[in-house]
C-alpha cells in the first residue's frame, strides 16, 4: 500500500529535518528533491548542459560531497527555473512517491505538481529572518555574516516563488506548519499528528 507525505516550503524552514523525523517515526522512505536539483546544479557548474544533466542523472551524482554547498544552492534554484529540467526529474520523484510502505517528498512542488493526490501535504515555513539565523548557526565555521546568509535566502525565495514553473506555493489542501516560533520537537509532533490523523480517516 503506497501512502504519500509531500512537505514543501521555502529554504532552511525545517522541511529536512521534519521529513527525516516522520520518515523515522512511521517508517517511510524519504526524498529530499532538492538534492535532485542541487545535483543539477553542480552538473552546470562543472560546465555540463542543465537538460542533458538532468537526463542522464544518476544515483552517483546524488553522492557529491559538495551538494549543500551555497554556491551549489544557487545553483540548483537557477536550474530549478528550466522546464525541461522539471520534467526530466519528474518520472523519478512519482515513482517514489508511490513505493509501497509509504513515502515522505520534500521540496517546493511536491503538494501541487508532483503528487496533486498526496494523502497528506504540508507546507512548512518560518520568517526569512529565522530561517537566515538557522543556515547561519549551521555555516558558523565559513566565515560567512549573517547579513550575506539572509541575502542569499532572500535570493532564493525570490526566485523559487515567482519562477513561472511550479513556484513554491501551499497548495490548496496544504497544512501549514509556521515554525518560527516551534523547537525541532514541536514542530514533528504538529506534522506527525497531521498524518496520524488522515491515516485514521
Ligand atoms: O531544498 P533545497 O534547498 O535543497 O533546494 C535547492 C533548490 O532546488 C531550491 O532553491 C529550488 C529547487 N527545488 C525545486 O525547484 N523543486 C523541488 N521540489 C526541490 C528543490
Redesign the pocket.
Known sequence: MSFTVAI?G???AG??TISKAVARHFNFGHL???????AV?ARMLDGVEPVAAAKALDARDLDRTD??SAE???A??K???IAEV?AA?VDF?RAFARRSGGAV??????GT??CPEAEVKLFVTASAEVRAQRRFLELADSGTTYEAVLADVRA?DE??MT?AE?P?KPADDAVTIDTSALSIEEAVAQAIAVIEARQQG
Not at 517528498?105 to 511536491?110: F, K, N, P, Y
Request: overall charge positive; aromatic content about 2%.
Open positions: 514543501d521555502p529554504a532552511a522541511k529536512g529530499d528533491t532538492g538534492l535532485l536539483y542541487r546544479g551538494l549543500r551549489v544552492a544557487q540548483a534554484s536550474v530549478a527555473v522539471r526529474l520523484q517528498l520534500d521540496g517546493r512542488d511536491i505538481v508532483i532564493r526566485r523559487d519562477r511550479a513554491l
